[in-house]
């Protein structure tokens, strides 16, 4: 069954350091999304990317963050000056389109850390 | 924005019990989701709901979309303990762009 696979699985990064999440969605999707998880918090949404632009974005998604799809099978979340507050589980979505019936599919995520 | 509401928070249950959580909403949804997290794993979905009323098993799952579009439950029966982990409601915003999570039940299974 296809999957959305991410890496790395974890990352440790020092404060003000940029970081890439990858992210290898659904090969026949194309909607991409982020969403990260603080510790023992719920999921929420950072950013969808459709036909190369980013359709929406939260309050959280602030000028530090940007997606890329630099080829045609990677998606890619950078973030450039990391905070303590990123800390974070990232995970990577794709839906094949989007509707009320369209489901999006989560990767396992990357565990970041900034110290 | 719209938010999700679930209860209980967290539930500890004997091996072969059933399991009933709630999830409530302050808008309508139009689709309703129920997933299932693993410690360090991404969100799997478990049951999709499309229509008001509308009551959708998988296997020892049961979900319904309620009449009011403002909550659904999920309903486990004869637990086991791979049953562990984290259900979450979810629904996507009317823009079906990003999906609402809910905060969470955490289930544990007393083997």
């Known amino acids: 069954e296809p999957e959305v696979t991410q890496t790395p699985s974890h990352q440790v990064t020092q404060m003000g350091q940029e970081v890439i999440l990858r992210c290898v969605p659904i090969s026949n999707h194309l909607y991409f999304y982020w969403y990260r998880q603080i510790l023992g918090q719920k999921v929420e949404f950072l950013v969808s990317?459709?036909?190369?632009?980013?359709?929406?974005k939260s309050e959280i998604f602030d000028d530090q963050f940007s997606v890329e799809r630099p080829d045609g099978s990677n998606f890619t979340l950078k973030i450039r000056s990391t905070k303590l507050e990123d800390s974070a589980m990232y995970f990577c979505?794709?839906?094949?389109?989007?509707?009320?019936?369209?489901?999006?599919?989560f990767g396992p995520g990357t565990r970041l850390l900034v110290l | 924005g719209q938010q999700l509401n679930q209860s209980p928070q967290s539930m500890f249950i004997q091996e072969g019990e059933d399991v009933s959580m709630n999830c409530t909403s302050s808008s309508i949804f139009n689709t309703w989701l129920w997933y299932k997290q693993d410690p360090g794993e991404g969100p799997v979905l478990l049951i999709a709901l499309y229509k008001a009323g509308e009551l959708t098993s998988n296997g020892r799952l049961t979900a319904q979309f309620g009449i009011t579009r403002k909550d659904s439950f999920l309903n486990i029966s004869a637990s086991i303990p791979s049953d562990v982990g984290i259900y979450f409601c979810?629904?996507?915003?009317?823009?079906?762009?990003?999906?609402?999570f809910g905060p969470g039940t955490s289930l544990s299974v007393i083997p």
């Open positions: 979810a629904g996507p915003e009317t823009s079906y762009d990003k999906v609402i």
């Open positions: 979505a794709s839906s094949a389109d989007r509707g009320p019936q369209e489901t999006q599919y």
């Open positions: 990317f459709y036909n190369n632009e980013i359709s929406e």
